[in-house]
T-cell receptor, first 114, second 111 residues
Framework: NAGVTQTPKFQVLKTGQSMTLQCAQD?????MYWYRQDPGMGLRLIYY???????DKGEVPNGYNVSRLNKREFSLRLESAAPSQTSVYFC?????????????FGAGTRLSVL | GNSVTQMEGPVTLSEEAFLTINCTYT??????LFWYVQYPGEGLQLLLK?????DKGSNKGFEATYRKETTSFHLEKGSVQVSDSAVYFC??????????FGKGTKLSVKP
């Protein structure tokens, strides 16, 4: 039962470096999401993909890009990392993008930008 | 705008104590309501949900009732265990299919 798998689990970057966070789900879900978790802030939506081939901005999209590679995979890219992007990043998926639907989360990627 | 307010932690209880974590929300309409739990070093997992007014969600001894009149969804457990130590998040379903989260409440249960 893999569920939602995120790689890497940990990453340290220098300011200005780029990287891609990978996310894959094996539940045949249509909708996928990227959140960031900061101390005292809860989780905030960065980008989401309601279905394969579509992506939309969430609450805090600046400095990020996403790709819905196929139904299973949804990647998050930082083109030029900044210290303000130090955070824990969570990928989630749901069967469809409806407010009543349960989301399933990966274990997270802990990113530090120096 | 849409938001969730939940009681600030950390909350420290002794084993077998009664737990209440308050949660109120501001949203358009009557969204589905959720409690998620995050154990140390792990992602979030659904604890319970309620999809309409007066519904009671329950799981693992935890309960929460959807109160439309007070826009609340307080989490309760009659007797907590050390294994319940975690961060608890109240959330509701947003228009984009995403979740709108509260800031989280850290619970520590001492033996």
């Amino acid at each position: 039962n893999a569920g939602v798998t995120q790689t890497p689990k940990f990453q340290v970057l220098k300011t200005g470096q780029s990287m891609t966070l990978q996310c894959a789900q094996d539940m045949n879900h249509n909708s996928m999401y990227w959140y960031r978790q900061d101390p005292g802030m809860g989780l905030r939506l960065i980008y989401y993909s309601a279905s394969e081939g579509t992506t939309d901005k969430g609450e805090v999209p600046n400095g990020y890009n996403v790709s819905r590679l196929n139904k299973r995979e949804f990647s998050l890219r930082l083109e030029s990392a900044a210290p303000s992007q130090t955070s824990v990043y969570f990928c989630a998926s749901s069967l469809v993008g409806e407010a009543k639907n349960i989301q399933y989360f990966g274990a997270g990627t802990r990113l530090s930008v120096l | 705008g849409n938001s969730v307010t939940q009681m600030e932690g950390p909350v420290t209880l002794s084993e077998e104590a009664f737990l209440t974590i308050n949660c109120t929300y501001t949203a358009t309409g009557y969204p589905s309501l959720f409690w998620y739990v995050q154990y140390p070093g792990e992602g979030l997992q659904l604890l319970l949900k309620a999809t309409k007014a007066d519904d009671k969600g329950s799981n693992k001894g935890f309960e929460a009732t959807y109160r439309k009149e007070t826009t609340s969804f307080h989490l309760e457990k009659g007797s907590v265990q050390v294994s319940d130590s975690a961060v608890y998040f109240c959330a509701f379903g947003g228009s984009q299919g995403n979740l709108i989260f509260g800031k989280g409440t850290k619970l520590s249960v001492k033996p």
